[in-house]
């Protein structure tokens, strides 16, 4: 089983760190096109409402209403927000930036790459702190090769270290594996392992290890294999 698609968390949560490149580079080109349009030019604020569409590059965000500071580059987006960038697409009630440090994902955040897929309610992203994604109520990740849940998520993008506190869960029919527990990290760099601890379990082939630690060890192959 492929590593990122064993522990799909890390690749869901960078679908929305990808999606803020759009606030990220100053030096691209951008517009703004809305019903209406409103610009304070001593306090820099823009407000931007009806049928809003922002575009940087190949990215492109649209909502209801959306506001942005040139100073200060803190902005929101609400209403049937739609972010696009390249093949990732995501969507959510309100998007948020509090400039370059602190970015956030509310209400029905649902994200896709070619045939991953991510749902959650909050997402927040940290970019100047290792690209450190956070998500307090939890959420689901699937691929074609699977699902993977927790009631908490967060991950350290730049290190492929991710983690899930709560009701862990994976399931992967193809690879006829469920495995769970009360907590899972799992390292991708090099290592290509998840680790359950606290009432961890997996199933393979009829095949059934319990115990307060479990470790899947992905192969080269793509396979997967547990040890307790």
């Not at 703004?32 to 809003?52: Q, S």
Request: glycine fraction near 10%; aromatic fraction near 8%.
């Amino acid at each position: 089983m492929n590593k990122m698609k064993v522990i799909g968390a890390g690749l869901a949560l960078s679908l929305l760190a990808s999606s803020w490149a759009l606030a990220a580079d100053n030096k691209v080109p951008a517009s703004l096109d809305a019903d209406t349009v409103e610009y304070d030019m001593r306090t820099g604020e823009i407000i931007a409402t009806d049928n809003v569409l922002m575009k940087r590059g190949d990215a492109k965000v649209a909502g209801a209403r959306a506001t942005y500071n040139i100073n200060t580059m803190a902005g929101s987006v609400i209403g049937n927000v739609i972010a696009v960038k390249g093949d990732i697409r995501i969507t959510c009630d309100q998007l948020i930036s509090e400039g370059q440090e602190h970015m956030l994902a509310m209400g029905s955040v649902h994200g896709t790459q070619q045939d991953r897929e991510f749902t959650g309610e909050r997402v927040d992203y940290y970019p100047t702190q290792n690209d450190y994604v956070r998500l307090d109520n939890g959420g689901t990740a699937s691929s074609k090769d699977g699902f993977f849940r927790a009631d908490f998520l967060e991950g350290w993008l730049k290190d492929e270290h991710y983690v899930g506190v709560g009701n862990v869960y994976v399931n992967s029919p193809t690879k006829d594996l469920e495995a769970g527990g009360d907590r899972v990290d799992y390292y991708g760099k090099d290592t290509g392992k998840a680790v359950m601890t606290g009432h961890a379990w997996a199933v393979q082939d009829n095949n059934t290890l319990r115990g307060n630690k479990l470790t899947l060890y992905m192969a080269k192959d793509g396979s997967a294999k547990a040890q307790q």
